[in-house]
T-cell receptor
């Protein structure tokens, strides 16, 4: 079946602008995660959704970052007043907790470049 | 601080050889340890995972060795192939938690 998809694949923006990154999880997966991956580093947790609610947003670096998942499927990560330090690959993952194992399936990521 | 420490940062192995990547953790609450493989421009893909109730898990050419007392685990790739050239990440998570803590990655190059 279809995997996790993310759009756009690349986003170039200017410092101070607002961006939205979209994630379509695997159908039926109730758990959704956002991670940020800087060059040469492992993914770093940002936020976790179970259904429509953010169950854990402890990884969001500051209040410029916000994410929603209004219908429990597609999620959007929103970044306000972007800074050059926000440049990274933003990864989305989904999981089916009902499987009883903590297996997260990752999308290809959105590469964000802030000029 | 880094919850999971991974080494080496890069590794070059001859085709047919064994690739070994090591990880260590501190938090004894971790109870799920996956390894992910990532190719350039792609997201991480689950390779193999282990829980601490076993000391070893093997799937094809890939084996995880787990040492609970030392809080270490490693990935062994037997008969390494050029197609295995990728970046490998170890990770850990808690049963009651939701996020994965990733290592910093190992860039593996298998030369023909």
């Amino acid at each position: 079946g279809a995997g996790v998809s993310q759009t756009p694949s690349n986003k170039v923006t200017e410092k101070g602008k607002y961006v939205e990154l979209r994630c379509d999880p695997i159908s039926g997966h109730t758990a959704l995660y956002w991670y940020r991956q800087s060059l040469g580093q492992g993914p770093e947790f940002l936020i976790y959704f179970q259904g429509t609610g953010a169950a854990d947003d402890s990884g969001l670096p500051n209040d410029r970052f916000f994410a929603v998942r209004p219908e429990g499927s597609v999620s959007t990560l929103k970044i306000q007043r972007t800074e050059r330090g926000d440049s990274a690959v933003y990864l989305c993952a989904s999981a089916d907790p009902g499987q009883g194992i903590n297996t997260q399936y990752f999308g290809p990521g959105t590469r964000l470049t802030v000029l | 601080q880094q919850q999971v420490k991974q080494s080496p940062q890069s590794l070059i192995v001859q085709k047919g050889g064994i690739s070994i990547i090591n990880c260590a953790y501190e938090n004894t609450a971790f109870d799920y340890f996956p390894w992910y493989q990532q190719f350039p421009g792609k997201g991480p893909a689950l390779l193999i995972a282990i829980r601490p109730d076993v000391s070893e898990k093997k799937e094809g050419r890939f084996t995880i060795s787990f040492n609970k007392s030392a809080k270490q685990f490693s990935l062994h790739i037997m008969d390494s192939q050029p197609g295995d050239s990728a970046t490998y990440f170890c990770a850990a998570s808690r049963k009651s938690g939701n996020q994965f803590y990733f290592g910093t990655g190992t860039s593996l190059t298998v030369i023909p």
